[in-house]
């Protein structure tokens, strides 16, 4: 089966407390407080279950408050999701400083519906990279890709993540020598689950395929690997070429951002 209703079952079931390249993870209630290098919190959970609004306001300031605590947590991201049932969460959210970033939309599908070939322009190539110049190079294109500042601490990250031997892969699009695009492969252990993150193309070479390629890519290397499904929060520009391969959008999702 692959309707909507079954992926997202098997979603909720294998990812909704996927932490593993966290330094370390904490139980609070239903909650899950993940601490990750760089001075980042992340909050999940598998469910609310039957909390009214009375407790979910507890519980707010509760994890929070565990955060606070650690002076080196800068960052906190609460996610949430469109279908739980949580009442009185986003009112609780924005009362303790939480400001919702831009919803997005869960997809999730098989991988092999993604690897189909697709041509590309003949000066561009897709490899992996692991030499840390080379992450740095990627990092700094996925940042200007998205119109941010570039940031060491995103490319120190990946470097750390990438030594923990999690399986995450790193592919990146070259022309002329120059990165033009790229995209990150994080399989999920113990789960039929690979996600796709962090998919960005620079500006001039889009509408080119290349942002498809690398998803074929990345999709085939997760076969490889043995996971049969994928899934990805998406943004409006890259929810329609996943919905054109194959994927469902099953749900939405809207990021919580607290910075101290």
């Known amino acids: 089966m692959t309707d909507a209703a079954h992926l997202l079952k098997l979603y909720d079931e294998q990812l909704r407390v996927e932490t593993a390249s966290a330094a370390s993870v904490a139980r609070l209630g239903p909650l899950r407080l993940a601490t990750y290098s760089g001075g980042r919190g992340f909050i999940t959970y598998p469910r609310l279950g039957d909390a009214d609004a009375g407790a979910v306001d507890r519980l707010v300031p509760e994890a929070l408050e565990h955060y606070r605590a650690d002076p080196a947590i800068v960052r906190v991201e609460w996610k949430t999701r469109g279908h ?16 919702p970033d831009e919803p997005e939309s869960i997809m999730v599908g098989e991988a092999a519906a993604l690897v189909a070939d697709m041509p590309l322009p003949a000066d ?14 990627m990092s700094a294109m996925a940042d200007e890709a998205f119109g941010e500042p570039e940031s060491r601490e995103m490319a120190d990250a990946l470097l750390r993540r990438l030594g923990l031997g999690t399986g995450m892969e790193l592919w990146v699009a070259e022309a002329a020598g120059r990165m033009v695009g790229a995209g990150r492969l994080e399989p999920v ?49 890259s929810r329609p070429i996943l919905e054109r391969s194959g994927l469902i959008k099953v749900s939405t999702t809207t990021p919580y951002l607290w910075r101290r």
């Open 84 to 99: 739980d049932h949580a009442p009185g969460l986003h009112e609780a959210l924005i009362d303790n400083g939480f400001v």
């Open 124 to 137: 561009v190539t897709l490899r992996r990279v692991t030499s840390e110049p080379d992450v740095r190079a």
């Open 189 to 237: 252990a113990d789960s039929d689950f690979a996600g796709l993150w962090g998919g960005a193309v620079l500006r001039q070479w889009r509408q080119r395929g290349i942002y498809r390629a690398l998803t074929a890519a990345r999709a085939r290397s997760a076969l490889a690997g043995g996971k049969t499904l994928i899934h990805s929060d998406s943004t409006e520009y």
